[in-house]
């Protein structure tokens, strides 16, 4: 069984800034990616940073030059460094893992979401 553990949400005000942490654990055999996907109320989650094991990471526009993402692969970890952050960006964020386990095949695994809100 694999998990995902986030931390790190919170209130913020614009400008501000927040860093989002996310550490897989269980039998896990091969981590192919890591990444970060949010969902605002009543919008479809989408992809907000993606960082391929040894490939090119991947950003939404509307989050490029602000935030980045970055692994500690023997941690099995991810972290999204958020900065200049505007109201629009207000959103559950959630951890995803695209990983095999020595004991199933390859998908998708996701924390449980960790809210971030930014509001004056």
């Known amino acids: 069984q694999v998990q995902l553990v986030e931390s790190g949400g919170g209130l913020v005000q614009p400008g501000g800034s927040l860093r989002l942490s996310c550490a897989a654990s269980?039998?896990?055999?091969?981590?192919?990616?890591m990444g970060w996907y949010r969902q605002a109320p009543g919008k479809q989650r989408e992809l907000v940073a993606d960082?391929?094991?040894?490939?090119?990471?991947i950003y939404a526009d509307s989050v490029k030059g602000r935030f980045t993402i970055s692994r500690d692969i023997a941690k099995n970890a991810v972290y999204l460094q958020m900065n200049n952050l505007k109201p629009g960006d207000t959103a559950a964020y959630y951890c995803?893992?695209?990983?095999?386990?020595?004991?199933?095949?390859?998908?998708?695994?996701w924390g449980q979401g960790t809210q971030v809100t930014v509001s004056s």
């Open positions: 995803n893992a695209d990983l095999k386990t020595y004991y199933d095949s390859r998908r998708d695994y």
């Open positions: 269980g039998s896990i055999s091969t981590i192919y990616a």
């Open positions: 960082i391929p094991t040894g490939g090119t990471t």
